[in-house]
Every structure is written in structure tokens, then in C-alpha cells.
């Protein structure tokens, strides 16, 4: 008696695993095209005050519920900052912070785009209409910073602006002040124009981990193969195949194709009455 049929969805398992191997397949795919939200970050600070004599409120910084996450105001100076001041010496290149009050803007991991909001929120915190815009934009291994401060309309002698940036790699070339090998400081003179530069070499954090994601998927496909091999195997179709038996028409049909063969080729008609069963007994 023939086995019975395995149940239809056993045999449905090999084919649902390997779909949904192959959907996760496709998910880890998406990890290796480079990504538009995750790239280059900056960080620093930025300094704005003013001589108590522009006006009764210091300046302060109009940080947006977006960036609130990214960006922390303190007050200028704070005793930290006076500290850092007395060790400071007047220059005639800039304006000396000392006797200025104002706001400290502290902003850690922004993305190139949050950066180029930053230049806003600066101007925001100006008075008289001066405006400064920042941009960073990448081109292979280098990252190019770029900045304008208007300063016109600012009196020299009132107001000190600092802007530091913290680059992901080494500066390589820059019309700032370093401040270590990742950092540079511009302190635009109030009441000139000011332009901001920097090239900063270091290899881009959205490619970067291309390769190990590479082996990874590849590894991840052998992975899906072997797996849907062996499933099908395990689960393969084992049900006996069911053959008709021989019946007395068949036999008679043999003998018919024995005899017409026998009078076509006479030399085969000794051999196949030998081998030849003999009718059984009516």
C-alpha cells in the first residue's frame, strides 16, 4: 500500500523561510548604498558679546526646537571664560573679549546641513542687520568649509565674535586660527567683512564601512543558500511512486511486437523463442 502524502504544509516551509531570508537580504542591501543622513558632523562653539553700553539686554542666541537637541546657550563670560581671559592678552588683530557680556553657543554632531543653519542663528543673535552664513560640503576625502561674516555696521570696539569648529580629521589648510590639529578658531572683526576657510582631509563615515558590509552581505547570501538547500532536502517530496501492474493484454501486445520482429529479421527468431515463456495451460 502506497505511504500517504506528507501534509501540503510541510512542503510549504523550504519556500516561506527562503522568502523571508530573501526579504532580509534586501533590507541589508539598502546598508550598503551610502547613506544621506549620517555623514560629516562638526562641533565647537561660538562666542558672541557685547560692551554693556550697546544696550540694557546682552546678546543672545534664538536656538530653534530642532537643534535644541544638538545646541546648549550658557551665558558669556561664565567662570570658566574668565578665567580663559585673564590669560588672554589684547591683540590688534581682534577685539578683546574682556569686559563684554553675551551668550556661549556650544553645538556637538551637527550634520552639513544643520551647520549651515548655525550661520543664522549667529545673525540672529546681531544686531544692526549683520549676517553670517557658514556651508561644508564634501569632495572625496577632502571637506571643504566655507564662511562670509558682514560685520559693516557693527561698532569695532563694542562687540567680539569667536567661532571655533571642531572638524572629524586633521585641517590641512585654512585662513583661521588652529587651535590643534582638528580645530580652528575666526574672530571676524566688527565693522569689516570676513571670509571663512578650511580643507579638512579624512575619509567620509557614510562609505566608510562599505568593505566589512560587503563580506558581511556576502556572507549573509551563502548563509540563505545552504539554508533553503538543506530545507529543501529535509522537507523534499519522499511518496512512493504507485506502477500499474502487467496484464494479459500487455503480455499479448509483447508477443505480437516479438512475431513482427521475428519476420523482419529471421536470425532473432531462435533467440527470442528461447527466451520465450511458455503460455501457461488453458
Known amino acids: 500500500m502506497p505511504s500517504l ?6 512542503r510549504r516551509y523550504p519556500a516561506l523561510f527562503g522568502v523571508v531570508l530573501l526579504a532580509l537580504t534586501g533590507l541589508l542591501s539598502g546598508c550598503m548604498t551610502r547613506s544621506e543622513t549620517v555623514g560629516d558632523q562638526f562641533s565647537g562653539f561660538v562666542i558672541v558679546a557685547a560692551s554693556p553700553e550697546t544696550g540694557p539686554a546682552a546678546p543672545a542666541f534664538d536656538v530653534p526646537a530642532s537643534l535644541a537637541g544638538a545646541i546648549r546657550v550658557t551665558p ?17 588683530q581682534q577685539a578683546s573679549p574682556l569686559g563684554k557680556v553675551g551668550s556661549r553657543l556650544t553645538y556637538t554632531d551637527l550634520t552639513a546641513g544643520q551647520f549651515s543653519q548655525l550661520g543664522d542663528i549667529i545673525s540672529s543673535a546681531l544686531d544692526a542687520g ?10 572625496g576625502d577632502i571637506v571643504r ?20 569648529v571642531d572638524f572629524a580629521g586633521p585641517v590641512v589648510a585654512t585662513n583661521g586660527t588652529r587651535a590643534g590639529e582638528a580645530s580652528v578658531t575666526w574672530t571676524p572683526q566688527p565693522g569689516q567683512t570676513a571670509e571663512f576657510n578650511a580643507d579638512v582631509e579624512y575619509a567620509d563615515p557614510a562609505t566608510a564601512a562599505l568593505p566589512s558590509w560587503a563580506w558581511f552581505l556576502v556572507l549573509v547570501c551563502l548563509a540563505i543558500v545552504v539554508t533553503v538547500a538543506a530545507l529543501a532536502y529535509r522537507f523534499r517530496d519522499r511518496t512512493a511512486r504507485y506502477a500499474a501492474p502487467r496484464t494479459a493484454s ?33
Open 5 to 10: 502524502p506528507r501534509p501540503r504544509a510541510a
Open 76 to 92: 558669556f563670560p561664565n567662570e570658566f571664560d574668565s578665567s580663559d581671559q585673564k590669560q588672554q592678552a589684547p591683540d590688534d
Open 130 to 139: 549683520a549676517t553670517i552664513d557658514l556651508s561644508a560640503t564634501r569632495s
Open 145 to 164: 568649509m566655507r564662511g562670509a561674516a558682514t560685520l559693516t555696521d557693527l561698532a569695532p570696539t563694542m562687540y567680539y565674535v569667536a567661532i571655533t
Open 250 to 282: 500487455t503480455r499479448g501486445a509483447k508477443r505480437r511486437h516479438t512475431t513482427d520482429r521475428a519476420a523482419t529479421d529471421p536470425a532473432e527468431t531462435t533467440a527470442t523463442t528461447d527466451t520465450e515463456e511458455p503460455a501457461p495451460a488453458e
